[in-house]
């Protein structure tokens, strides 16, 4: 059998973000099977710095999707969960641990996305779809207040996750000959990269043919050319991070 035949490569091949939901509900069971997934995450030096806040109150979930820029599908996931980065728990067992190194905001980045990774992965292994929500940092510090969270916390990336509605077709990547280099980093050819604008394009054009993509260009520019969030490092500095 080929390597690209397992089941577990399988799911993440077709991984595709599921904005919108069906009504089939998610059994105690399958929540329970994702929520274990996450809980064994990869994390550095056995630190654990993350903590998970899953949001039913639909008033707080109502809060949550206007912080998170009006999303509706905050609103009407079935399942929606922030991943905080949470060096506090740890603070609290060991006392006066030494915070503030940004090389820790760098841990609890990442110890957060492998674990919101790991649990899309599971709720994607039994069926369902789910999508990341970075917009709840739009709202940091409100969020940071809703959920209550302590200092040395802070919310990393939300997920909301259930069966689809509509899934569309996967995103096409950047090819592997571009992606991945061996032993030094290799600048790709001009030919490489225009060649993958076109895929892309050609993409977003099947997905959407009245709003067709100009170029790979123009959909970097919309994020890389403006003002990214920058009020996060005060709040950050005022959370306990990345003072030193
Ligand atoms: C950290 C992170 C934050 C994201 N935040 C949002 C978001 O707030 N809203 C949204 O609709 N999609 C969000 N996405 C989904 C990305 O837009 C999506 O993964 C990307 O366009 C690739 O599409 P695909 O996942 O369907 O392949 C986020 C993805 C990541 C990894």
């Known amino acids: 059998m080929s390597a690209f035949e397992n089941p577990t490569i399988k799911v993440l091949h077709n991984h595709v973000s599921v904005r919108e939901f069906s009504e089939r509900p998610i059994t105690v069971d399958e929540r329970s099977a994702i929520l274990e997934a996450a809980r064994a995450s990869s994390t550095s030096s056995f630190l654990q710095v993350v903590s998970i806040i899953r949001i039913t109150d639909s008033v707080v979930r109502a809060k ?50 492998l674990m919101a990774q790991n649990t899309l992965t599971a709720a994607e292994a039994l069926g369902m779809g789910g999508c990341f929500i970075g917009g709840i940092r739009t709202c940091i510090s409100e969020v940071a207040e809703l959920l209550k969270l302590p200092k040395n916390t802070f919310p990393v990336v939300g997920l909301t996750f259930g069966y689809p509605a509509v899934k569309n077709a996967t995103k096409p990547r950047i090819p592997v000959g571009i992606l991945c280099s061996e032993n030094a980093y290799r600048e790709p050819s001009d030919d490489e990269l225009t060649d993958y604008d076109h895929t892309l394009c050609q993409y977003y054009t099947q997905r959407n043919p009245s709003q067709p993509l100009a170029s790979w260009k123009h959909k970097l520019g919309s994020t890389l050319q403006r003002e990214r969030r920058p009020f996060i490092l005060e709040f950050l500095n005022k959370q306990g991070w990345a003072l030193k």
């Open 64 to 113: 949550m999707a206007e912080y998170a820029g009006n999303q509706v599908q905050v609103l009407n996931a079935p399942e929606f969960w922030v991943f905080c980065a949470d060096y506090h728990r740890d603070e609290r067992v060991c006392g006066e641990a030494d915070l503030g190194w940004t090389e820790q905001l760098l841990v609890g980045c990442t110890d957060s996305a």
